[in-house]
C-alpha cells in the first residue's frame, strides 16, 4: 500500500495560509501529495535505516476490505490557489523527529 504523509507543521501551514486568505466554500485535498509519500515496505525499510535495528513485522497478502491500495493526495488546487505554501518536512524528516522523540521519551 501507498500513502502519503505529511508533517504537523505543513499541515497547520496551510491552515494558517488559508486563515489569511480565505475563500468561501472551497474545498481542498490536502496531504503529502507526490512530495511526501511512500509504501508501508519502503517506509519500514526507512525506519530500520533510521533507528539502526531491525523491526518486527509481518506482512498481510489481503488486502483489508475498503482500503485504497494507493493514495497519494492531490494538493494542486490548494498550491494554486496559495502559491507562497510550500512543503518542508519531507518523509526522512519526519520519522528521524519520530525516532528521536521516542528515543528520548
Known amino acids: 500500500q501507498v500513502r502519503d504523509n505529511i508533517h504537523s507543521f505543513d499541515l497547520v501551514e496551510t491552515f494558517a495560509a488559508f486563515i ?3 475563500r468561501i466554500a472551497e474545498v481542498y ?4 501529495g507526490r512530495f511526501c509519500n511512500c509504501s508501508m515496505l519502503e517506509a519500514i525499510s526507512l525506519c530500520e535505516e533510521i533507528s ?13 476490505i475498503g482500503d485504497h ?4 493526495s492531490d494538493v494542486r488546487k490548494f498550491q494554486s490557489h496559495y502559491p ?3 512543503f518542508r518536512f519531507g518523509l526522512r524528516e519526519i520519522l528521524e523527529q519520530i525516532f ?6
Open 20 to 22: 489569511d486568505e480565505p
Open 29 to 32: 485535498n490536502i496531504g503529502g
Open 52 to 64: 539502526g535495528r531491525k523491526l518486527t513485522w509481518h506482512y498481510e497478502e489481503t488486502n483489508r
Open 69 to 72: 491500495i494507493w493514495w497519494i
Open 84 to 86: 507562497q505554501w510550500k
Open 100 to 105: 528521536r522523540a521516542v528515543k528520548n521519551d
